[in-house]
């Protein structure tokens, strides 16, 4: 493989991994974002705020741009109504979704069963199947005010063995956690797709458990999810290159999926 094609190569990669996080009120402003990043983006995030304004038209229509998405509802209910809502989000063709670890090992299996079984009647895409752990807002503190006894770190790791027990594809954890949760899996492939993480030289916002794309990136994490560093920048394409070559200052190998 000549320079030039080596150089490529960990370009796609690294682009592979970055999520853009579409946090916005509107469809203008998500189709704008869209079109700014392609090329550049590896996928979009769709979560609470965008969906509940847009619906899922929306999402089909970033899926029919040839984009993938990322369905961020955090699905947690009874387990038959988040099988159900899990194959609506399948028909919607997106490339992942995600569901609450703490809504138990039955509800993540059902999800799973559902899913698989759409895939294989309608022919469909199989979406990867995560699961969120604890959320990178929360701390030690927070966990406890709502009755559990164990740090974040103790709960991470907890739900992401139940996740793999479940027969999930990965989690949803915080930078700090990633090597945690590397160690305490041994599913070949398993995801880890990192909230949190702020690039050099940047605010916090709200995120207490955050870290920098290079440290997330070496710490074993596959996909990294970054909202406004990106899209609250005066030149969002600029500011998304910036932290594709500042991951790509780690060592890294092509995500799952």
């Known amino acids: 493989m000549t320079q030039a094609k ?19 009120s509107s469809a203008t402003d998500a189709r704008r974002l869209v079109g ?52 609506e989000a399948t028909r919607l063709g997106v490339f992942m979704f995600n569901v609450h670890a ?39 503190l927070m966990l406890h005010s709502i009755g559990v006894g164990s740090s974040a770190e103790e709960q991470v790791k907890r739900l992401a063995i139940l996740t793999e027990a479940a027969g999930l594809d990965g989690v949803v954890a915080s930078p700090r956690e990633v090597e945690l949760v590397r160690n305490a899996i041994s599913k070949r492939g398993f995801v880890l797709v990192t909230p949190g993480v702020r690039p050099v030289n940047t605010l916090t916002d709200d995120q207490k458990r955050f870290a920098t794309p290079a440290q997330t990136i070496a710490a074993g994490s596959d996909y990294l999810v ?30 799952p999926g």
Request: hydrophobic share 50%.
């Open 6 to 24: 080596a150089d490529a190569t960990m370009s796609n990669t690294v682009r592979q991994k970055l999520i853009v996080a579409l946090d916005v």
């Open 36 to 87: 700014e990043l392609q090329g550049v983006a590896g996928m979009f995030k769709v979560g609470s705020q965008l969906f509940t304004a847009c619906g899922p038209e929306l999402v089909r229509e970033i899926v029919n741009e040839g984009e993938r998405v990322f369905l961020d509802l955090k699905f947690h209910d009874i387990p038959n109504t988040v099988a159900a809502a899990a194959v």
């Open 102 to 140: 703490a809504g138990g090992r039955e509800m993540m299996m059902r999800t799973r069963d559902a899913v698989t079984t759409a895939v294989a009647h309608h022919h469909l895409q199989m979406p990867l199947i995560i699961a969120v752990t604890v959320l990178t807002s929360a701390d030690d």
């Open 226 to 255: 970054v909202g406004r560093p990106i899209t609250g920048a005066s030149d969002p394409r600029a500011a998304a290159e910036a932290i594709l070559e500042e991951m790509s200052t780690a060592g890294f190998s092509a995500p």
